[in-house]
């Protein structure tokens, strides 16, 4: 069999396996303990586990957590690395999901936020489907309008910020968090999620200490072969015929920020925060040692497909 259980291949959105894998190898070391708080079906939990680490996820579907506990005892039952447990709830909620001996032990948090409905989901043609035309299928999280994935965008930062605070408690001095991001266009108008995301990890009390680009490409003899989802494709091809020079999106941002330890940490839940929004710049947070910020730009062959 493969690396997962039957079903897996549904979730909308799966995270890129080859990103979370290089994240888990660049910040951590085996025995570390790796956590997403929305974990989906549960993909960067098995690149932990098989690159020797322990990994704890939460799932706020009940469909998808099952698929990720699942995968976790398959990834446990057929290697010889680290340990994994799955909680279903809201990620608001971490601190109360794991026990105290989780907090502030976690080295590493992976974790992508849901994002524009363009790129999610999977099609058939006429020749697969024997339907005419395109069919999209495989694009709902769920029917539950509290999902994340179904609010607009200022909910979102405002609770993807809530969820990187309850990660920030989770997270030891000096860990790490990597998000995955993707910019996207609405009605001809770039959504930029990636800038909005670092906002949200500062007025979370994060920092950030780099922004990556992954490349969504093959590379073939030296050269970078680019392969965007079809609906980027169709949604650039109809904005282009209707006199809009837009340009494809083949890539993913990839925001990495660090826990670092200047103040004394208040009590879960008890913060006075200011969220972020779309566009609107939150006050630099300064660590006691001054973090350099860098570029960096990784290509993940064949991974148009396959974001949890």
């Not at 890129?16 to 929305?38: E, F, N, R």
């Not at 960067?44 to 322990?54: C, F, K, N, Q």
């Not at 020079?245 to 330890?261: N, S």
Request: overall charge positive; hydrophobic content about 40%; glycine content about 10%.
């Amino acid at each position: 069999g493969g690396r997962y259980v039957p079903g897996s291949a549904a979730h909308p959105a799966k995270m890129l396996p080859a990103i979370a894998a290089h994240a888990i190898a660049t910040y951590t070391k085996p025995g570390d303990l790796v956590l997403d708080p929305m974990c989906g079906i549960g993909t960067t939990l098995v690149e932990a586990i098989r690159l020797g680490r322990h990994a704890l996820g939460v799932e706020y579907e009940p469909r998808w957590a099952k698929l990720a506990r699942d995968n976790v005892i398959h990834t446990m039952a057929t290697t010889k690395g680290g340990v994994g447990l799955v909680a279903c709830g809201d990620a608001r909620q971490l601190t109360q999901l794991f026990d105290a001996r989780h907090h502030g032990k976690v080295d590493l948090v992976v974790t992508s936020p849901p994002y524009g409905a363009s790129v999610h989901g999977q099609v058939r043609s006429t020749r697969e489907s024997g339907e005419r035309g395109v069919t999209k299928r495989d694009y709902r999280y769920s029917r539950d309008p509290s999902n994340l994935a179904h609010v607009g965008l200022e909910p979102l930062l405002s609770a993807f910020t809530d969820i990187l605070i309850q990660c920030r408690h989770l997270l030891r001095p000096g860990g790490h968090a990597v998000i995955t991001t993707r910019p996207w266009r609405e009605r001809g108008e770039l959504i930029d999620l990636p800038s909005a995301v670092l906002a949200a990890a500062e007025a979370a009390g994060l920092t950030p200490v780099e922004r990556n680009v992954a490349l969504l490409a093959g590379i073939r003899e030296g050269q970078l072969i680019a392969r965007p989802s079809f609906f980027q494709m169709k949604n650039v091809g109809d904005a282009r015929r209707a006199g809009l020079p837009l340009a494809l999106i083949a890539h993913e941002d990839t925001v990495i920020a660090r826990r670092f330890p200047t103040v004394q940490a208040a009590p879960a839940g008890s913060e006075q925060t200011t969220h972020p929004r779309p566009g609107k710049h939150v006050a630099e947070r300064k660590p006691a040692t001054e973090a350099t910020f860098r570029s960096r730009t990784c290509a993940y062959p064949g991974a148009a497909r396959d974001r949890h």
